[in-house]
Antibody
């Protein structure tokens, strides 16, 4: 059974840093692209970042470029999101999720974690 | 960046109704369009990928259609468990993705 379990959320002041992590199990983690998606309280879904299996490609939401760093540890089946210079508008539930390529060319998100809440407030 | 616009933002329907949600892309995305269902306090679930392919385990009353810039999610006969928020997502191009703003389906 595929499982994704986020951790590391919490309260941080504006301008501060936080690292959220995701423990993956039930599948060959090193074979999949992975992604972070966030959801502000009462708002819609917002894609944050993607990372390739070998970390050779990483993509970010424009507002996260230069502040967020996605990384992974394939030996430990873990995914991370380092967030620096946090803003109030970064307050959200952060979901870790697996990317599946249907027919090798149609990416979709087929498994999601339960999310971890990051609150940026003074 | 590719913008995704869903309509309506919310709708009221009854059990047994046929429901249609529309998603428009600001530029061509071929059929790189996915649909998700989200219930309160839960993670989203994949319903449809590549515009029209039903995800394994998703009920057959859900269907998707469209290409280029216009897409539709249809629920053929609304069931009580279908009351939720639905999101489209484009996955075209340089791996920078966007979601629609969501459509809340309520009684």
């Amino acid at each position: 059974e595929v499982q994704l379990m986020e951790s590391g959320g919490g309260l941080v002041q504006p301008g501060g840093s936080l690292k959220v992590s995701c423990a993956a199990s039930g599948f060959t983690f090193s074979s999949y692209w992975m992604t972070w998606v966030r959801q502000a309280p009462g708002k819609g879904l917002e894609w944050v970042a993607n990372i390739k299996q070998d970390e050779s490609e990483k993509y970010y939401l424009d507002s996260g470029k230069g502040r967020f760093v996605i990384s992974r540890d394939n030996a430990r089946n873990s995914l991370h999101l380092q967030m620096n210079n946090l803003r109030v508008e970064d307050t959200a539930v952060y979901y870790c999720a697996r990317i599946h390529y249907a027919d090798g060319r149609y990416p979709n998100i087929d498994y999601w974690g339960q999310g971890t809440l990051v609150t940026v407030s003074s | 960046d590719i913008q995704m616009t869903q309509s309506p933002s919310s709708l009221s329907a009854s059990v047994g109704d046929r429901v249609t949600i529309t998603c428009r892309a600001s530029q061509s995305i071929n059929t790189h369009l996915n649909w998700y269902q989200q219930k309160p306090g839960k993670a989203p679930k994949l319903l449809i990928y590549a515009a029209s392919t039903l995800q394994s385990g998703a009920p057959s009353r859900f269907s998707g259609s469209g290409s280029v810039t216009e897409f539709t999610l249809t629920i053929s006969s609304l069931q009580p468990e279908d009351f939720a928020t639905y999101y489209c997502q484009q996955t075209y191009g340089a791996l920078t993705w966007t979601f629609g703003q969501g459509t809340k389906v309520e009684i």
